[in-house]
Each structure stands twice: as structure tokens, then as C-alpha cells.
């Protein structure tokens, strides 16, 4: 890719970060974007287009400008792809992918979890597959309205001769904050350590901001991170800053009275009120969550070392009995959770 191309950029699995992401391109018009979707999707970007909401203000984007097809094969002749599918189906995604791409075509992973790049490689061996780490999160309202509820860059591992040049200014050219960073892992370590409280929003229904201000839901998170934190202190893994704070701090955070917790919140984060993690989302569509992705990597990584984790394996345990009874979230309160979990401990 030259910096003065027009890209094709494709966007593997249109949903809240594939939309979005793929939206903020089409608006800009300086890519070819093709998104591969859902019908339902399809047909409520056909009917109103596609919006745009951020913090501050909303974008509307025409449905002309928005190309979203279900066949994957109109990736073919994509530059770049983005998979942006949920990590329990990239093994899935990643054999269409490999029919359907060009050697050259670069593929980067959207996706939450340390593993999705791998299998990617595995199953694409001769393309430049490219791990990201999403910062912001996004969910989606009345079919096809992305509303960007938390603030935060997309974090690319780009290769280091400067290849990935165009792609990363066709993101900041579409008002997105993507950062270029080398090697990605702790970044990865550190997205995964702060999504371990999925769980526990999945598990409650609570929203993310009503979590974060209660007491009593902190110390469920603290239990999950002191334990996530022993584990990749003894497997010798390296985690990056959580938007500089050092992860053991925001441990300590958490322990803090509510009052103190408000003002390091609202220095630090954006936070929509009505924001849920998406794991909740999963339990309430019935559909299968990430969380093998991300406390079971703790669990797994443990085991590796001769430790347990005995509450992140409980929590997992948790959300499969959940994912089996396909009833949604059970809406455990935070003394039943921190119950179940010490328990285990
Ligand atoms: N949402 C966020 O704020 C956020 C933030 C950071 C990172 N992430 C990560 O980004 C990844 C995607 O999350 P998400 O929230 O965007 O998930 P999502 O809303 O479920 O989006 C994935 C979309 O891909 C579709 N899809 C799956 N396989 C497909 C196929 N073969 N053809 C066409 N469409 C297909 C899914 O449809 P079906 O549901 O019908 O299968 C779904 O609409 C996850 O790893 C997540 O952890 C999300």
C-alpha cells in the first residue's frame, strides 16, 4: 500500500465496532469500504442509513455511501480487512477468509482477547495479519445507530517498515484515534485484565457506570484483577498502563471509597450511563459470550504456571451455566457474586 492509494478497506461481521468503524470510513469517502453483515442490518442502513453518535455529536451517513453486502466474497479485492466478529467465531471467519482473500491482503483483528490474531495467522499463513486493541466501546440502537459509549484510541501493531502508513491515516482521517504501537501484548494483557468485569455485567444487567460507583460490585472486580494480576505477575507477563495508570493502582482504585472513585472516573473516562458490557447483550440474545476469551485466558494461563484462579474459573463457570440456560443475565447482585466467588477462592 502506497500513502497516496485509494484503500478497500472490507469490514469482516458489520456489528457495534464493525459498524462503527466501517461507518466512520464510508462518511469520510476517502476508502472503498464494503461491509459483510447481517440482513437485518443491511435493510436498516437501506432504510434510514447509517448514524453515527458520538459524545458531542452525530454523524448521518447516506445509505448510497454505505456498501453492506452477507457474501464475503466482495472482499476479494479488499487491501485491508478488518475482522470484527465475536472471538468464538474467528476460526469460523478465518477459513471463509482464506477462499476468499488475496495473498496481499492485510488483515487486522478488532477483536477483545489475546488469541484472535493467532488463529487468524494459523488459517491465513502468507497474509500480514495485524493484532488491534479497540479502546472505545460501541453498542448499537435502533437498527442501525452506533453510539460510541467510551472514549479510547484503536491501537494497531503495524510492521515496522512503514507498510500499514495508509491505513493508519485513513483511520485518523475518519476521526478515529488509531495509535501505532510495537509489540501489542501488553496492551492486549491490559484490555483483556480490564474486560475481566464483563463477567460481573453480564452476570448483574448493571450498567458499566452504575458498576464502577458501587462499592460492593468494585470488590467483586478486585477479586477478579488481584487474582489476573498474580497470574501474568508469575507467568512473567508484561502489562501496559491502563490509560497510564499502572494496573495494581487501579486495583488499589477500586478499593476506594465511592466519592473518591467518582473524581478519578470522570478524570480518566467517558462513560455513557446506559452502557452495558456487550457479554450481557450475549447472555440476553442467547448468544454465546467471549468469556473463555478473556477470564478463561486467565484460568488457561494459570494452569500453564501451576497456580489456579479460582475465582475467574468460578465466573466462567458462572456465565456458561447462564449461556446453557439461556434464560439471559440471572441478575445476581453483587453480595451473591462476591459470595459465589470467594467460595471458590
Ligand atoms: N462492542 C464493543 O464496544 C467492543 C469494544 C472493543 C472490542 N470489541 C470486540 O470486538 C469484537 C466484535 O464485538 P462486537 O461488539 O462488535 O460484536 P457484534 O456486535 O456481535 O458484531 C459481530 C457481528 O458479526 C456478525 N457476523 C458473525 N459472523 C458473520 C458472518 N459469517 N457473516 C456476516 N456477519 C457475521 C454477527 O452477526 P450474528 O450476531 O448474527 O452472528 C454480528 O452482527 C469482539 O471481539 C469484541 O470483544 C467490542
Known sequence: MSANERLHIGIMGAGA???????????KGAVEVTLIGRRTLADAIAENGLTLRDFDHEDR?????????EDPHLLSSCDVVFCCVKAGATAKVAKTLANVLQPTTVIV??????????ILREALPGNPVLPAVVGFNVIIRD???????????????????????????????????????????????TKLVSNLNNAVGALSGSSTRD?????????????LLDEALDVLDRAGVHAAKFRGVPLRIMSLIMKLPTPI?????RAQLRVDP???????????????TEVDFLNGEIVSLAEKHAMNAPANQR????????????????RMNAEMLLRRLKDAS
Open 17 to 27: 465496532i464493525g459498524g462503527y468503524v466501517g461507518g466512520r470510513l464510508a462518511a
Open 315 to 330: 465466573i466462567v463457570e458462572l456465565v456458561h451455566n447462564a449461556e446453557r440456560a439461556g434464560a439471559g443475565s440471572p
Open 274 to 288: 446506559e452502557a452495558r458490557v456487550s457479554m450481557w447483550t450475549d447472555l440476553e440474545r442467547r448468544r454465546p
Open 211 to 223: 458498576m464502577i460507583l458501587s462499592r460492593q460490585y468494585r470488590r467483586v472486580i478486585a477479586l
Open 109 to 118: 483483528s478488532l477483536q477483545n482477547g489475546v488469541r484472535n490474531h493467532e
Open 143 to 189: 437498527g442501525a445507530v452506533f453510539q460510541r459509549a467510551l472514549s479510547g484510541p484503536l491501537i494497531i501493531e503495524t510492521r515496522p517498515e512503514g507498510q500499514d502508513r495508509a491505513l493508519v491515516n485513513a483511520l485518523r482521517a475518519a476521526g478515529i484515534d488509531a495509535e501505532e504501537v510495537r509489540p501489542i501484548a501488553p496492551e492486549q494483557w
Open 261 to 265: 472513585v467518582r473524581l478519578v472516573v
Open 61 to 69: 451517513v447516506d445509505a448510497s455511501k454505505v456498501r453492506i453486502e
